[in-house]
C-alpha cells in the first residue's frame, strides 16, 4: 500500500472514523510481529510487544507525521522490544541467588501497609469507570488476556478494546491523581 494511502487512513483516524485504525492495525500486525520475532526470537514475547506496540501507538498516534507512519511504527516496535529484553535480563539477575544478602527482600508491615492501601484505593477507582473500559483493564490486568482475546469475548473490534484500554488508563490515572491530592 502507498504512503498516501497511510496518510488518508491516518486522516480519517484523527477525523474519528474507527475503521481506520482497525485498517491500520491490519497493515501492520503481520509486518510488525514478523519485525519482533526476528529481535525477539519468541512468539510469545513478540506477541506481548505487538500488543504493547500498538497501545502505545494508540496513546501517541493524534501526534505522528502522517508522511512516516510506517518507519514511526517500527520505531516504537524497536523499543518495545528493547523493553521486554531488559524485563527478561533483569528478571535472570533477579533469579541469581546472591551469596551474601545481608537485607530481607520482603517489604516491611508499613510498606505492605501502604500497598494493600494503593490496591484497595485503586478498585475503588476501577468502579468509578465505564463499564467497557472497567472490563478491558480487568481483563487485561488481572486475567493477563491479550487485546485480541479481550476484544472477542466483549464482542467489539480490536481497536474498540485498544480505545477502551487507553481512555480508561487516562481517566484511572486522573481519578488517582485527584484522589491524591
Not at 502507498?2 to 474507527?18: C, K, P, Y
Amino acid at each position: 500500500m502507498t504512503q498516501d494511502a497511510d496518510e488518508i487512513l491516518l486522516a480519517r483516524f484523527r477525523s474519528g472514523d474507527s475503521q481506520a485504525l482497525e485498517a491500520i492495525c491490519l497493515r501492520y500486525e503481520g509486518p510488525l510481529f514478523q519485525f519482533l520475532v526476528g529481535l525477539l526470537r519468541d512468539h510469545h514475547q513478540a506477541e506481548d510487544a505487538l500488543q504493547e506496540t500498538l497501545v502505545r501507538a494508540l496513546e501517541r498516534l493524534d501526534a505522528v507525521d502522517p508522511a512516516h507512519l510506517r518507519g514511526w511504527l517500527f520505531t516504537v516496535a524497536y523499543h518495545q522490544a528493547m523493553l521486554f529484553r531488559r524485563r527478561q535480563k533483569c528478571r535472570r539477575v533477579a533469579n541469581v541467588p546472591m551469596a551474601n544478602a545481608l537485607t530481607d527482600p520482603a517489604p516491611g508491615p508499613c510498606s505492605l501497609a501502604e500497598q494493600r492501601d494503593d490496591v484497595r484505593r485503586l478498585r475503588a477507582l476501577l468502579e468509578l469507570l465505564p463499564a467497557g473500559q472497567r472490563e478491558v483493564i480487568r481483563q487485561r490486568v488481572y486475567e493477563g488476556k491479550r487485546f485480541r482475546e479481550i476484544a472477542e469475548a466483549l464482542g467489539c473490534p480490536l481497536n474498540t478494546a485498544l480505545a477502551r484500554m487507553r481512555e480508561g488508563l487516562k481517566r484511572l490515572r486522573l481519578l488517582w491523581e485527584q484522589s491524591h491530592a
